[in-house]
């Protein structure tokens, strides 16, 4: 019974009962059941559903919902008492890299979310917000409006979801800085040596720690916040690479750049905690200095990310919780800088951050989506990540969840094997290929242009033949598959376009002049425009060469 998540107690019997005979039942005022928990029996009287709360309540209609898609016409008489593991069980995709979603693809998101159990979903923001003041900056980007953030806002509320607001607040900048106005607020004006990718950026990312700067900031927390009625707020400040490089180090602030991160931390905490609300913030620098880590500001909450199978996430938690700071931890789905996924990455990334969760205390689980350089990644490659953050969030001690199964069952409503087992399959890609990198692929680099030079070079030893296998294999399965969800037509094209941009990778690694196939960016841009907006369009066609 794959049920997603795994229930903590689960029992059945021998009966089995017509759906069509069975009354439900629904209580949510009865006590000793843990809040968010709920109990759910099917006998021969009826389904019983009983919970101490109307979130219980829900998660268990949620369960119940599962279990009609696995069991159409009979389902065996059961027991189910469960509860989540952790009070936090967040979704947060990217809506900067190029790819604002339209709000039928954000609620249906949701809804996915939902039956999942998730309970908070954050659209990372760097410029998709439609700041009044700031127009230069968003105008072409198809932002999110006011207006889109509050019905969303009231969506995500009525599936007992909270909308998170998250708007990055020092580094990755770059999409203000790149405008002649907004120049002289970076740490970096005339760009920097990206220490990731060794190549030189013209244009800086990271803001300069100045009162300035601190104003700017301060204005678009005015304009985001009232536009949500969470009373969390996630501010970022990750990566911020040029920090104590430029201005800072000229005498401007003054400083090392751990005490420039600290004082711009604590003065932005400073200001969110005085709004009535919890500051959330990216753990990567504060843990460079460990010996430091009790100065960071209280009433905040990091949220400590890693996204490779040997992260240290379980050294980095028991850092956090010796100092005494309260944490969160964020997995990802490693879906970008690819084409198919890669699962070899994301299954034990979120295995290790669940664990580690569970053993030092953290409040919850955020698993992410990102989408970097264009956000060019077909929208199923995500599917299989939000699984993963489920099981991990709700019961991360319960085994393993049977992933095919459940994105056949729940997602492409399927009663076969069908394209969640060819969604699965294709996200070990990599490892077939030994073509996986450090936080990319090497086939998303030949069929775009990949932001690593070294790509080129690496790219050379892949094997054309077993890459051309695994097209002919790929195109053959999804042949035979015919989900029955709602949008099964898109999914379907978008899985067509997995295939064909590996043609496009097949092609360049045999012939690296290849121009870019002009039907592959046709069907890109048709797929694209059916669930996003068409701000960030260019900006990712322009990544093929």
Not at 191 to 202: A, C, T, Y
Not at 343 to 369: D, F, Y
Not at 465 to 472: C, G, N, Q, S
Request: charged share 25%.
């Amino acid at each position: 019974m794959n049920l997603i998540p795994r229930p903590r107690k689960i029992s059945t019997r021998k009966e089995w009962l017509p759906w069509d005979t069975l009354a439900l039942h629904a209580r949510s005022d009865i006590s000793g059941i843990p809040d968010e928990g709920y109990r759910l029996e099917i006998f021969e009287r009826g389904i019983a559903l009983e919970a101490s709360s109307a979130a219980g309540l829900f998660y268990g209609r949620q369960t119940l919902d599962q279990l009609k898609r696995l069991y159409r016409e009979n389902i065996p008489s059961l027991r189910i008492e469960d509860a989540p593991e952790f009070p936090e069980r967040g979704y947060m995709l990217d809506i900067s890299r190029c790819r604002v979603p339209r709000m039928d693809t954000l609620k249906r998101l949701v809804d996915l979310l939902a039956l999942f159990k998730y309970n908070q979903l954050q659209l990372y923001m760097e410029h998709t917000y439609a700041y009044p003041d700031h127009p230069v900056v968003w105008r072409d980007s198809s932002p999110l409006t006011a207006d889109d953030i509050k019905e969303l806002d009231t969506y995500c509320a009525e599936r007992f979801i909270e909308l998170v607001p998250n708007q990055n607040s020092l580094g990755h900048f770059e999409r203000w800085l790149q405008h002649p106005e907004y120049r002289p607020y970076a740490e970096c004006p005339d760009g920097f040596l990206h220490p990731i990718s060794g190549v030189r950026k013209p244009v800086g990312s990271t803001l300069s720690p100045s009162a300035a700067s601190a104003d700017l900031v301060e204005g678009l927390y005015a304009d985001l916040l009232p536009n949500f009625r969470s009373r969390k707020f996630n501010i970022g400040c990750d990566e911020p690479w040029e920090l104590g490089q430029g201005k800072s180090a000229e005498g401007g602030q003054g400083g090392t750049p751990q005490d420039l991160f600290l004082n711009w931390l604590r003065d932005r905490c400073a200001s969110v905690t005085g709004s009535g609300r919890t500051p959330y913030f990216w753990a990567d620098v504060a843990l460079k200095y460990p010996d430091r880590l009790r100065e960071l500001p209280t009433g905040g909450r990091a949220v400590v990310w890693g996204y490779e199978p040997d992260h240290p996430l379980d050294a980095e938690c028991a850092k956090l919780r010796n100092a005494g700071v309260d944490f969160i931890v964020s997995p990802g789905d490693s879906t970008w800088l690819s084409f198919t996924g890669r699962l070899n990455k994301a299954l034990p990334n979120a295995r290790n951050a669940a664990a580690a969760a569970a053993k030092w205390g953290a409040r919850g689980i955020l698993m992410t989506h990102w989408g970097d350089q264009g956000h060019a990644q077909p929208w199923p490659t995500m599917l299989p990540g939000v699984l993963l953050g489920a099981a991990a969030a709700w019961n991360p001690n319960n085994g393993t969840i049977d992933v095919p199964s459940g994105l056949d069952a729940f997602v492409f409503d399927c009663t076969d094997s069908g394209p969640g087992k060819i969604l699965y399959d294709i996200g070990f890609l990599d490892t077939r290929l030994e073509s996986a990198r450090f936080n990319r692929s090497l086939l998303y680099g030949l069929a775009r242009q990949s932001p690593f030079p070294k790509d080129a070079t690496e790219s050379a030893g892949l094997d054309s033949t077993k890459l051309k296998a695994e097209i002919h294999r790929l195109e053959a399965q999804l042949e035979t598959v015919s989900p029955a969800c709602p949008d099964a037509d898109w999914l379907m094209d978008e899985m067509w376009l997995i295939a064909r941009l590996l043609r496009q990778a097949h092609r360049r690694l045999r012939s690296p002049a290849t121009s870019t196939d002009a039907g592959l960016l046709i069907q890109a841009i048709t797929v694209w425009e059916r669930r996003f907006r068409t701000g960030g369009l260019p900006e990712m066609l322009g990544g093929f060469r």
